[in-house]
């Protein structure tokens, strides 16, 4: 009996222990080491429906708003470089360009022909001061002059002087109509401009092509002060994207794999590069491993990314005062719960840095601080009573 008494009260030690701790611990359980906001910090406020809090937007993933937000925008990069530029522009002349001139003249006696011979070739280079020399006409002045332009000034030049003059001008060497291509790309270096306009794709495939996929690289097009990127992938899906390039355009070919993040209660956290030309939410999440079975919330599921202003305005009656670089900070939420999610999460399209964020559970989080609080404490106490008797 005596026995009895004495076992009882050791176990009502540990018994007051244990809400000893409980006591003390719960009340700043928040120092518990944690992975990142639970769900209910995310969200602030109760309901399912789209909102403002604070200074980000939380938008719930529906049939509506995956078809309003599920698939990337499309680039259109031919408005920063109308595709029509090179067509009004043409090709025109500039210093260090060659030239073949052919005159043919009626007569066998004229100043160009011989009884053998109608026709004289002339070569003619455009020089520093964009002027070309042609016997009999002079100097004339070619630079930003179009071939055509040319031909006509030398025929008005003969006239009177050659018997019925005839002229073709035609570029032997194109030194002044070029684009440089650099970067990551197989050949590097100058590459002209022909008379029927080069394209971006034009360029890039005779520089060889990209080392790297279409969907991890970038093309910077450089004209006076304007820059613009769009990659290649964006460029082969969209025909308008293919813009014309102008003469001393300069192209930057770059390896720019888009990447996303992955924190929380997922099984491995940690930086990803996209695989394909396109990503979904569940691809993305089987990337890292799956939601962690032990630990995840599978109603905090949150995408992270700054979204363009113009679309969320077309679901949001209200941005944030706050943005950056005129984009709005949104929170994405996928209810694992919900069958329905899985769905979704196939359909809305991943973006470059994006960030997966899973929640603990709140279940997991009393687990974490038993196994990190109450137990390493525990087991010692009741292991020294028992050893004392």
């Known amino acids: 009996m005596n026995i009895f008494f004495r076992i009882s009260e050791r176990f009502a030690g540990i018994h007051n222990v244990f809400l000893s701790i409980l006591f003390f611990s719960l009340s700043g359980c928040s120092a518990l080491p944690g992975q990142g906001p639970m769900r209910d910090h995310i ?10 809090v604070s200074d980000y937007v939380i938008i719930d993933l529906n049939v509506d708003t995956v078809a309003s937000f599920g698939s990337p925008l499309k680039v259109n990069f031919s408005e920063k470089f109308n ?19 052919n005159i043919w003249e009626a007569s066998s006696d004229g100043l160009f022909s011989t009884f053998d011979n109608k026709k004289a070739e002339i070569d003619a280079v455009v020089n520093e001061q964009g002027k070309i020399f042609v016997p009999y006409v002079g ?7 179009s071939i055509e332009q040319v031909r006509i000034a030398i025929e008005v030049g003969l006239k009177g002087k050659a018997v019925e003059p005839q ?5 032997s060497a194109n030194e002044s109509n070029n684009v440089v291509v650099v970067g990551e790309i197989a050949l590097p270096g100058q590459y002209p401009v022909k008379l029927g306009g080069l394209r ?12 790297f996929p279409v969907y991890e690289t970038a093309a910077t097009i450089s004209r006076n002060s304007s820059k613009e990127t769009i990659r290649l992938n964006e460029v082969l899906s969209k025909t308008e994207n293919n813009v014309w390039l102008l003469p001393k355009d300069t192209v930057e070919i770059l390896h720019k794999p888009r990447t996303f993040t992955a924190f929380g209660a997922v099984k491995d956290n940690k930086h990803v590069a996209f695989d394909s030309n396109s990503l979904s939410i569940a691809e993305a999440i089987a990337l890292v491993g799956g939601l962690d079975e032990q630990w995840a919330d599978a109603g905090g599921v949150f995408i992270f990314r700054f979204e363009d202003s113009t679309l969320v305005s077309k679901t949001m009656a209200q941005l944030p005062r706050k943005r950056t670089d005129g984009l709005v900070p949104t929170i994405y939420r996928l209810d694992f719960n919900q069958p329905q999610a899985f769905f979704f999460s196939r359909s809305f399209m991943m973006k470059d840095k994006d960030i997966i964020y899973v929640a603990t559970a709140p279940a997991a989080e009393f687990k974490k601080f038993i196994q990190n609080i109450v137990t390493p404490i525990l087991v010692p106490v009741a292991t020294y009573n028992l050893l004392t008797d």
Do not use: M
Not at 43 to 52: D, F, H, K, T, Y
Not at 83 to 100: F, I, V
Not at 139 to 145: E, F, R, S, T, V
Not at 167 to 171: D, E, G, L, R
């Open 139 to 145: 100097q004339l002045h070619a630079d930003g002059k």
């Open 167 to 171: 002229v073709q001008v035609a570029i």
């Open 200 to 211: 971006l794709l034009d360029v890039i495939a005779e520089a060889g092509g990209s080392k």
């Open 43 to 52: 969200e602030l406020a109760p309901g399912n429906e789209n909102r403002i």
């Open 83 to 101: 595709a029509q530029q090179w067509q009004n522009s043409g090709h025109t002349l500039g210093a260090g360009d060659r030239l073949r001139i």
